[in-house]
T-cell receptor, first 115, second 112 residues
């Protein structure tokens, strides 16, 4: 049973380009969380999705950022018109259900560098 | 709004010494996690603490939880260089979610 798979592991974009980050949850997991880690900081929650639904996007910047988790395929975090301040590590985590002592498992992360 | 604070932020300690990292959180939660992160790597789950008075140990690390004080500790016994890493505590936002609020992290460096 493969773990949470994120790709690409490293992504370099020029200012103004678009970045697409992918997250394939563990088999049987239908809940996905995205977090951002700025250099030398802790992880900050961005968005929580279930299949075809955004449940909580309270941590998403209001502009340029969007996320989806379609019925088929990976979850996608999309950043339009990237700026240098978007450079960070982006982690996703997946869980089979919510609460009740379940645990979310983290992927290896995508390190985005904006030049 | 749930807030999670860790201290110290940086910890430089000699091999063989003991030390404790503290994690305070502001509102009631039913789960608290400790993670380890090596530079440029993902998070490694160390402990999950579910109830008041819970204590878990793995090797030289021991974690405890006091839900009444909203405090968790990560105790390091006889530190070794391999423990050098950043340690995060994270608290679940509410019962019906696995959304985590992370502490600021403690960067631990163990030297000979």
């Amino acid at each position: 049973n493969a773990g949470v798979m994120q790709n690409p592991r490293h992504l370099v974009r020029r200012r103004g380009q678009e970045a697409r980050l992918r997250c394939s949850p563990m088999k049987g997991h239908s809940h996905v969380y995205w977090y951002r880690q700025l250099p030398e900081e802790g992880l900050k929650f961005m968005v929580y999705l279930q299949k075809e639904n955004i449940i909580d996007e309270s941590g998403m910047p209001k502009e340029r950022f969007s996320a989806e988790f379609p019925k088929e395929g990976p979850s996608i975090l999309r950043i339009q018109q990237v700026v240098r301040g978007d450079s960070a590590a982006y982690f996703c985590a997946s869980s089979p259900t919510t609460g009740g002592g379940t645990e979310a498992f983290f992927g290896q992360g995508t390190r985005l560098t904006v030049v | 709004e749930l807030k999670v604070e860790q201290n110290p932020l940086f910890l430089s300690m000699q091999e063989g010494k003991n030390y404790t990292i503290y994690c305070n959180y502001s509102t009631t939660s039913d789960r608290l996690y400790w993670y380890r992160q090596d530079p440029g790597k993902s998070l490694e789950s160390l402990f999950v603490l579910l109830s008041n008075g819970a204590v878990k140990q793995e090797g030289r690390l021991m974690a405890s939880l006091d839900t009444k004080a909203r405090l968790s500790t990560l105790h390091i016994t006889a530190a070794v260089h391999d423990l050098s890493a950043t340690y995060f505590c994270a608290v679940v936002q509410s019962y019906n979610t696995d959304k985590l609020i992370f502490g600021t992290g403690t960067r631990l460096q163990v030297f000979p």
